[in-house]
């Protein structure tokens, strides 16, 4: 197992599948290659060959015949390693069956548990398919310790719209070349429709909303129930929760709140800021506090400050949001309605939602666990750094500090039939050339 930044990648074969928007994946593989791995990359459309046009195989097959291409590739080439962002992809999906098969470590990138300054490396699988343990014992012992880590910055976030433009750019420029691939989220030009209508979205809210903050924390402290919303075609959501879509969350949400709340409480939803420009859910979200008599007791928000409305809410609703975390370190009761790494007793409220809302005053956050479970996060899971933009200081590869945690589970934190073996030794220094395209 990893136990030491990208060491153990030395003299090994690792093949890097989709990666993040942006020249993350370029990035990556100098520093695989600075510690003497040897690197194998597979694009699968124009945004892709975009951030890694050279030293890269182009695949081009329907994707019915990509994991019996997938195998014959890990064998022809000894792959020891794969390397990939997001497990939920449909090109991703068949990745892991195909790598036990073959005795071949798998390592899944994903947006951050604990942002900003954190990305998530995870062994296995991520999410509602990571092998972290979901009993408090299991942290309870004396949590390791973890450095300071170097901020990230929030300009970080226009560099991901740079590099989400750019990537859509390209794949739909080049998609007759690419003419099989169909990807997990819709890729056109019109999707930059979204993204202006984001911006725009942002100035006014900014005014329209302006004071909303204050009045909540003022007039009805302790009175309102966060819910943060998450992107609508979230893995999150579409994978990783009983919900079909975010409607059907608030809907779910504001039928059991009706039902069962108390008169004096409120209902707050917070609008994902990566979502701002694609859905509006105000039209539902007032049809819905007719239909149960809730006008006034409904608040609908954009871009207010989030550790401020967690620090003052009297409870949060989330179906497996990072933002859960967030809401435990400000000590909120929380309950998950998805599948939540941290939803475990002692942490989250483990009683129905309907129960939630006139017991949530009473439930107490184990503080130690919560500190341990989180020193064991960022530890086993996750790296400083972000994938769009690099550190300041460093002028060459993904600036990530891959010493500051393991990045994987131990042995003894996974089930033993989950367990895949360690990268095994290959001896080999040099890479056979790889074909243009398939």
Known sequence: MVTNGLNPYRDKRVLLLQGPMGPFFRRLADDLKNVGAVVYKINFNGGDWLFYPTDALNYRKPLDEWPQFLQQFIIAHRVDAIILFGDCRPIHKAVKHIAVRQNVEVQVFEEGYVRPDYITFEQHGSNGHSKLPRTPDAYRSTPPDIPHPQKIGRDAFWFLVLWTMLYALASFLLSPFYSKYRHHKSMDMSQTIPWLRGVWRYAYYRIKEKGITQKLIEQDKKNYFLIPLQVHNDAQIQVHSDFDTVAAFITN????????????????????????????YTKLIKKLGREYNLNGRIIYIHDQHLPTLLKHAVGVVVVNSTTGLSALHHNTPLIACGNAIYDMPGLTWQGTLDSFWNNAQYHSIDRTLYKHFRQHLIARTQLNGSFYKRPVKTTRGTGITWESGTGLLSEFDIAPDLAVSSVHNSNVHAAPSLEETV
């Open 253 to 280: 949400t504001v039928t059991s709140f009706a039902n069962n709340a108390n008169q004096g409480t409120y209902l707050v939803f917070k609008h994902h800021p990566l979502d701002r420009g694609h859905f509006d």
